[in-house]
Every structure is written in structure tokens, then in C-alpha cells.
Nanobody, 123 residues
Framework: QVQLVESGGGLVQAGGSLRLSCAAS??????MGWFRQAPGKEREFVAA???????YYADSVKGRFTISRDKAKNTEFLQMNSLKSEDTAVYYC???????????????????WGQGTQVTVSS
């Protein structure tokens, strides 16, 4: 049974940092990523990483967030620095199959989702 379990969310002041983790079990994935959903807004892409290494970021987080993975532990991480109030959202871990092309993965590439972890940035 495939399961994604996030951890590391919480409350932080603007300018601070948080590190999210997502442990996958049941299988390994060629693609892992993070999405977020703020109140009253649609879920949006944050970052993704392919098994072979390439990473992708939303423009809004580029330069502040870093995605990485520990293949041996089947875990991915999202290091979030210089957090802003607009980063406040529920963050979801996602996993799926990487497409042959190296374009930024679409939401449809992800077929497994975690339960979400709240990140709140106070200004």
C-alpha cells in the first residue's frame, strides 16, 4: 500500500525557515514534489524533483525553497527559507511518474498524495 506521510510544518515568523519531510512507503517513485493550498485558493505547484536529479520550482518560491530527496530512505524534503506571509498554506507531498520530456511536470503526473501539513507564516 502506497503511503506518503509529511512532517515539519508549523508556525514561523516572516523571514524564518522550515523544513518539510515526506516519507514514502509501498514503492519508489520517479517523481516527487510539493503542492500547497491556501484558504480560498486552488492547490498550486511548489516544487518537484525527478529520480535522475532535475528540479523544478514555482516562480514564487525560486531562490527561497530547495527540494531534495534521500533515495535510500525514500524521503523527500522541502527546505523553505525567507518565508513570507503569502507562503501560508497546507503543504502536500505528492509522488508519481516522471514524463519522458524534461518539462516541468504537470499535476496529472502525480498519482499519490499525502494528507498535508500546515505552514503558517506570521508577519
Amino acid at each position: 500500500q502506497v503511503q506518503l506521510v509529511e512532517s515539519g510544518g508549523g508556525l514561523v515568523q516572516a523571514g524564518g525557515s522550515l523544513r518539510l519531510s515526506c516519507a514514502a512507503s509501498g514503492r519508489t517513485f520517479s517523481l516527487m514534489g510539493w503542492f500547497r493550498q491556501a484558504p480560498g485558493k486552488e492547490r498550486e505547484f511548489v516544487a518537484a524533483i525527478r529520480w535522475s536529479g532535475p528540479t523544478y520550482y514555482a516562480d514564487s518560491v525560486k531562490g527561497r525553497f530547495t527540494i531534495s530527496r534521500d533515495k535510500a530512505k525514500n524521503t523527500e524534503f522541502l527546505q523553505m527559507n525567507s518565508l513570507k506571509s503569502e507562503d501560508t498554506a497546507v503543504y502536500y507531498c505528492a509522488a508519481g511518474v516522471a514524463a519522458p520530456s524534461y518539462e516541468r511536470p504537470s499535476t496529472s503526473s502525480f498519482n499519490a498524495w499525502g494528507q498535508g501539513t500546515q505552514v503558517t507564516v506570521s508577519s
